[in-house]
């Protein structure tokens, strides 16, 4: 079945530094893929999203691109700030799911001021 | 909008007792999704409706868990008798259309304490 794989946190940097977060996923077709953040007490929120290959999702200062060859979805952001700190999930969704989202385990993110 | 509404906040209750958690979507969403956070588990999605019809309960842990949307605009998520595991953060989502692209709507959660 269709799965999503993130790199492992917690991630800690200090204000300022650039971030990656790694996304990898496995799937048939052509699903779309999302970034979705966390920050402490709330619901998940919706960052960014690609619906195909080569798109660039961006907002707030991060980014993603959608790599089919590489099937990735790394997350970026140049300079982090201590209000960036949340847990961030990596997730897809096919057609077929209609709207149903399969989610990686999430990755803690922690900046340091 | 006044966004997803979850109720209640915070529950707290004994092992053995009846737990309901209730969700109000946003207006118009035509998709409702249950999800159970824990720390050793992650984020798990439990059932999801389309059009008030239950259509993946294959999250759903047990016999236990049940989950009702008698309206487009209300939805029950009941566990009866609860156990100490089940203690977890639930949060009810929602989202319009079936497209395979469209952004899902978290509401803040219920933290649901099994002592």
């Known amino acids: 079945g269709d799965s999503v794989t993130q790199m492992e946190g917690p991630v800690t940097l200090s204000e300022e530094a650039f971030l990656t977060i790694n996304c990898t996923y496995t799937?048939?077709?052509?699903?779309?893929l999302f970034w979705y953040v966390q920050y402490p007490g709330e619901g998940l929120q919706l960052l960014l999203k690609?619906?195909?290959?080569?798109d660039k999702g961006s907002n707030k200062g991060f980014e993603a691109t959608y790599r089919k060859e590489t099937t990735s979805f790394h997350l970026e952001k140049g300079s982090v700030q201590v209000s960036d700190s949340a847990v961030y999930f990596c997730?897809?969704?096919?057609?077929?799911?209609?709207?149903?989202?399969?989610f990686g385990a999430g990755t803690i993110l922690r900046v340091k001021s | 909008d006044a966004g997803v509404i979850q109720s209640p906040r915070h529950e707290v209750t004994e092992m053995g007792q009846e737990v309901t958690l209730r969700c109000k979507p946003i207006?118009?969403?035509?998709?409702l999704f249950w999800y159970r956070q824990t720390m050793m588990r992650g984020l798990e999605l439990l059932i999801y409706?389309?059009?008030?019809?239950?259509?993946?309960d294959s999250g759903m842990p047990e016999d236990r868990f049940s989950a009702k949307m008698p309206n487009a605009s209300f939805s029950t998520l009941k566990i009866q008798p609860s156990e100490p595991r089940d203690s977890a953060v639930y949060f009810c989502?929602?989202?319009?259309?079936?497209?395979?692209?469209?952004?899902?709507?978290f509401g803040p959660g219920t933290r649901l304490t099994v002592l």
């Open positions: 799937a048939t077709g052509y699903p779309s």
């Open positions: 409706f389309n059009n008030n019809v239950p259509i993946d």
């Open positions: 989502a929602s989202s319009l259309g079936g497209a395979g692209f469209n952004e899902q709507f």
């Open positions: 997730a897809l969704n096919r057609m077929e799911y209609g709207n149903k989202l399969v």
């Open positions: 690609a619906t195909k290959a080569d």
């Open positions: 207006s118009g969403h035509d998709y």
